[in-house]
């Protein structure tokens, strides 16, 4: 398996605090993997390090065979590699529709090619087919994760990284999130790299996992052998 992310080392921080401690993991072409650990522990800052809203201090990060440590999140963006943040990435003034044809008019010059990436979206997540005109803002909230996730999508990422897509969900609904957000992996080759606080559901999407305590890597196993450690929770 290629590997179309590498992080090896990197620390990062707020001010003159540092949050990330040489932190290392891999992400190979079409892979779900998951982030866990405890609140506080440094995952969201990972993430937005490796998405470049927050500097790398130290250490590389390697996407598709090139070193972007240096490359602003817009760069690193049309590179391929994708953040879908806890609020998401919606306007919500806007209509579902009216959100994806934003986010295509970003990525297709030709018309054509937008209506085609946004058919696909929608065939994605059909319920926001249903919910076309409705704004953004008046969707539930697992509808708000899949419209951000489609935005995300239509920029054709090779990487894709979630942060708690299931954050404030219902545990039908967070279900839902995380079987879609396998499908993607599966059928559309796209390196998945996820942020859950739901540990057992995402351990039982996910090929792999990394536990992170206190701003550091400390565990890197199969997400089965994980599920089935004794001191699962201790480690959160």
Do not use: W
């Amino acid at each position: 398996m290629t590997d179309v992310l590498t992080v090896e080392n990197v620390s990062a921080g707020y001010d003159r605090r540092t949050v990330v401690n040489e932190c290392s993991l891999r992400l190979g072409e079409g892979e779900l993997v998951a982030l866990i650990g405890h609140n506080g522990g440094g995952k969201s800052t990972l993430l937005k390090t490796i998405s470049g809203l927050l500097p790398c201090r130290s250490g590389t990060i390697e996407h598709c065979g090139e070193h972007v440590g240096r490359f602003n999140a817009s760069k690193r963006v049309g590179r391929g590699l994708c953040l879908v943040p806890q609020l998401g990435n919606t306007f919500p003034d806007l209509s579902v529709d009216e959100n994806l044809a934003l986010s295509a008019r970003m990525r297709y010059k030709r018309e054509a090619d937008r209506t085609a990436a946004i058919a696909d979206v929608y065939e994605l997540f059909p319920i926001l087919k249903e919910r076309v005109r409705q704004a953004a803002g008046q969707l539930s909230g697992g509808q708000r994760q899949m419209l951000a996730i489609s935005i995300a999508l239509l920029k054709q990422p090779k990487v894709l990284l979630l942060d708690e897509p299931s954050l404030g969900l219902s545990p039908a609904l967070a279900g839902q999130v995380l079987a879609k957000v396998r499908q993607i992996s599966q059928e559309r080759d796209t390196a998945v790299l996820i942020v859950e606080q739901n540990v057992r559901d995402v351990l039982r999407v996910a090929t792999r996992a990394y536990v992170m305590q206190s701003g550091r890597i400390t565990l890197s196993d199969s997400s089965d052998r994980i599920l089935q450690r004794t001191d699962l929770f201790s480690l959160l």
